[in-house]
């Protein structure tokens, strides 16, 4: 089976397509990254069926979005199971209180019946998510360890920018009431409790690396038809030390994970029904086209031969409520197929 990856960075009209027709490597872990070129796709937790995957082109071709793309699928139902979501909230709801996790995310999955859609159709349901997503990093890649992915996310992991190295704390999300942006302080407690956890991960894990980071305030950003809070970091990386070590020290952040890490992975593992597989890893260039521009793998479906299965989740403290909860996967696992069918509106100065 051939290998492709799309992408579509940020804020831009070009995208690019890679394309391999031989086997594609893997990575033992994140820190062989080092000097490696290549689209990296990383899963939530590296391990034989899931394995860290770098895409190594044999053909690299740029293009420019179609002005106005669209993509149709037939209308289906989203398939899901509120009753397991709550067992798996319940069995999350001890760990928070007996004190074993501060915070963590729980996630889910939704499946939709498809036609088969051809390697055409995919290129169209990419550009349509560009075009959709005008300030997400936007992706559909397939290989054979992977299978098919699209992802349209508002979250960079890591990426080199204006000479710096940069990364954020994205997290807590409310619904925009009537499109609009929700000022900051419409915001609760618990939610930017979520987002300081975040926020001072980054921080304890950069200066671990004795990184001492720019930090921006705390902003609300508006992504879709939800919001979350934001706080960016900037950076130079110190002498000898090399992207791998500061992928190792990011991912999993608590914006996917929890705190503390080791602990949330383990209830993650436990309680979660369906494995994330390549959920909440992180995929982009790596030294390709001189850019390295990774992001987490969010607001993200696997595209299978005869349906999407959607994937999304949420930060839960011991306060959280199922219900909010559950209403908050399922704004989120609507964003990739937002706006997909109709020309966007959206413009590149505006908010998305
Ligand atoms: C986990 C997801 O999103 C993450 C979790 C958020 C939250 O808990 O509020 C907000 C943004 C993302 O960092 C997802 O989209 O599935």
Not at 51 to 73: C, K, Y
Not at 196 to 221: F, G, H, K, N
Not at 307 to 334: C, I, V, Y
């Amino acid at each position: 089976m051939p290998s492709f990856a799309y992408y579509r960075l940020p804020g831009k009209r070009s995208y690019v397509r890679l394309f391999r027709e031989g086997a594609v490597g893997t990575l033992p872990s994140v820190e062989e990254a080092d000097g490696r070129a290549g689209f990296l796709i990383a899963p939530f937790t590296p391990n034989e069926t899931t394995p860290i995957v770098l895409l190594e082109p044999e053909e690299v071709r740029e293009g420019v979005v179609p002005e106005g793309a669209t993509f149709s699928l037939p209308a289906a139902q989203r398939s899901e199971n509120r009753e397991t979501y709550g067992q798996a909230f319940r069995a999350m709801q001890q760990v928070l209180r007996t004190g074993q996790c501060d915070k963590v995310v729980l996630a889910r999955t939704a499946t939709m019946p498809i036609p088969p859609l051809s390697n055409e159709a995919l290129e169209r349901f990419f550009f349509a998510a560009c075009a959709a997503h005008p300030h997400a990093f936007v992706s559909l890649f397939q290989t054979p360890q992977t299978g098919c992915w699209l992802v349209a996310t508002p979250e960079r992991l890591l990426t080199h920018e204006n000479g710096a190295w940069q990364t954020m704390a994205l997290a807590g999300t409310m619904a925009c009431a009537d499109g609009a942006c929700v000022p900051i302080n419409a915001w609760s407690e618990k939610n930017r409790r979520e987002q300081r956890l975040v926020a001072q991960y980054v921080r304890d894990q950069l200066s671990q690396l004795t990184i001492e980071p720019e930090e921006s305030e705390t902003y609300v950003r508006k992504v879709g038809a939800i919001c979350h809070l934001e706080t960016d970091f900037r950076f130079l990386l110190p002498e000898g030390l090399g992207v791998g070590a500061v992928l190792s020290r990011l991912h999993p952040t608590p914006a996917v994970c929890g705190v503390p890490t080791e602990s949330a992975r383990r209830a993650i593992l436990a309680c979660e029904p369906e494995p994330r597989r390549y959920y909440a890893g992180f995929c982009g260039p790596l030294n390709l086209l001189h850019e390295t521009r990774l992001y987490v793998n969010l607001r993200c479906l696997e595209v299978m031969p005869s349906l999407l299965r959607f994937h999304a989740g949420g930060g839960l403290l011991p306060e959280s409520n199922e219900e909010d909860e559950w209403l908050e996967t399922q704004r989120k696992m609507a964003a990739p197929l937002e706006h997909l069918t109709a020309p966007s509106s959206a413009t590149l100065s505006g908010e998305e």
